[in-house]
Structures are given as structure tokens and as C-alpha cells.
């Protein structure tokens, strides 16, 4: 668990690249709040807002609204959050995206990337970024370690068993990271950079009710096939290290105040 902060709570600006389903987001709210719920699990017993002052962005917008984003002096770090959307096409939003995120590496803002927004990280670094071959990975998914990984992840095991959501991948790793845990079918399942950059190709932030709404909707649409739901949602509710995820994020956002060891 982290420690109490010594200078008050990060500045998190929670950048929403996407809007729950409707069950998810009838229960939990926006894709900001189903973070700050993850977070306040991390950071129990202390209070979240001891820790963490979060705040929500929309960065897609909409016929009537927008993208909104953050000042860069008025905030500590960003976290970029999963979505649907795929981070390799061209959509102005997404380039706007893109360029945010540079801009936050060039300003020293350290950026979390979760999935959809661990790809846009490496978009931004000049990977490649594309369809999986190998398919879809669903659920809760064991991602074998690096050394790296275990370090920061604070992980004492062989595998990161987190949630899973997607056919994209990053195809290329970026120069000067350090990669945490692969599958098969993945090899980059998490990058690091030292008070710059901390991502995980998984799902930290969902549960297993979260999981199966998902798979419902997606085998609803088309998306997926009966077989894809039906093994993702026997999966669904195995045991997960998301909270552990969490708990790294809030010490990789202290990096600069006391560097991991």
C-alpha cells in the first residue's frame, strides 16, 4: 500500500476516451468514477482524497460539446482510460489525443495508459499500433512478468492475472521503456519509464460484474462470438490483480517525491 503523501494529493486528471454500457454506468457512473472507485480500494484505509484529487475530462466530445482537457500547470499526472474506439485511426479527436499526450511528455507530466489509452501512449512515442492477429483476449488473463514488471507492479509471482478487453495491440515498443508482462498473443502488456510513464494493455478497473456486462454487450452486437462470451465469463470472476495495479499507479505518481526503489 502506499504511504501518505507528503506534499498532499496528486492532481489526476482522469482523461474518459470512452462511456461505460449502460449497466456499468447505471451502477458505477462515468469511466472517472469507476477509477475513483478503484482507487479508493487501493487506497483504503486511508481516504482517497488523502492521496488522489481526481478529476474527469471527456476527451471525445460530441455533436454539441467539445473535448475538454486540462491545463498542463493545473494538474500532476493524466491517466488515459480504455474505450472502444481504435487507438490507430485517424479521427480528429483521437489526433488531438495523441498530441495532448506528447505535449504531457514534453512538460514532464507523467501519463498513465490503461488498454485503449496504453496504445495511444505508444502512438504517441512513435509505435505502431494495429489489429491482433491472434484474436481477442477476454477477461481475466495471466500476463507472464519481467523481472521490471514484478518490481514495479510490486507483483511476488510469475504472472499478472488481470482483466482483459481487446483485439488491438501494440505491434512495436517504443524506445527508451521498459516492458512488464506479455502473452503469447501480446508481447506488450505493460511499458515503463521512470517519472514518465506507467501503462498496462489489461483492465486494472474491472470487476467481474463490470466484465460480463461488457461481454453481453459485445456478443449483442456481433462483436464477439458465443464461444469468445461464453469462456470470458466463466473467467470473469477469478481472481484479478487490479487493486495491485492500482496501488503501483498511486506509487509510479510519487515517483518524484520518492523514487521507487
Not at 62 to 82: Q, R, W
Request: charged share 25%; proline share 6%.
Amino acid at each position: 500500500m502506499s504511504s501518505a503523501p507528503a506534499t498532499g494529493p496528486i492532481r489526476l486528471a482522469i482523461l474518459e476516451a470512452d462511456t461505460p454500457v449502460p449497466d456499468i454506468k447505471s451502477k458505477y457512473g462515468t469511466y472517472g468514477q469507476v477509477f475513483k472507485y478503484l482507487f479508493k480500494r487501493a487506497c483504503d484505509p486511508q481516504p482517497l482524497d488523502s492521496q488522489l484529487a481526481i478529476e474527469a475530462y471527456n476527451v471525445v466530445g460530441d455533436e454539441s460539446n467539445l473535448p475538454v482537457y486540462p491545463k498542463l500547470g493545473d494538474i500532476d499526472a493524466i491517466l488515459i482510460t480504455g474505450a472502444k474506439h481504435n487507438a490507430f485511426e485517424d479521427h480528429k479527436w483521437i489526433i488531438q489525443l495523441v498530441n495532448y499526450t506528447r505535449e504531457c511528455f514534453d512538460a514532464g507530466v507523467p501519463v498513465v495508459g490503461i488498454c485503449f489509452g496504453h496504445q495511444i501512449v505508444a502512438r504517441a512515442l512513435g509505435a505502431v499500433v494495429g489489429r491482433n492477429t491472434g484474436g481477442w483476449e477476454l477477461s481475466v488473463t495471466p500476463c507472464k512478468l519481467t523481472d521490471e514488471g514484478k518490481r514495479v507492479l510490486g507483483l511476488d509471482k510469475e504472472d499478472l492475472l488481470i482483466q482483459q478487453m481487446h483485439q488491438d495491440i501494440v505491434h512495436t515498443n517504443p524506445e527508451g521503456v521498459t516492458l512488464l508482462a506479455r502473452t503469447d498473443i501480446c508481447p506488450n502488456q505493460g511499458m515503463y519509464s521512470p517519472g514518465r510513464l506507467l501503462t498496462v494493455q489489461g483492465h486494472p478497473e474491472f470487476t467481474d460484474d463490470m466484465m460480463r456486462s461488457i461481454l453481453k454487450v459485445r456478443l449483442d452486437g456481433g462483436i464477439i462470438s458465443q464461444a469468445l462470451h461464453d469462456d470470458g465469463e466463466a473467467r470473469a470472476a477469478n481472481e484479478q490483480d487490479g487493486v495491485t495495479v492500482a496501488r503501483a499507479f498511486i506509487r509510479f505518481l510519487r515517483e518524484k517525491q520518492d523514487p521507487l526503489k
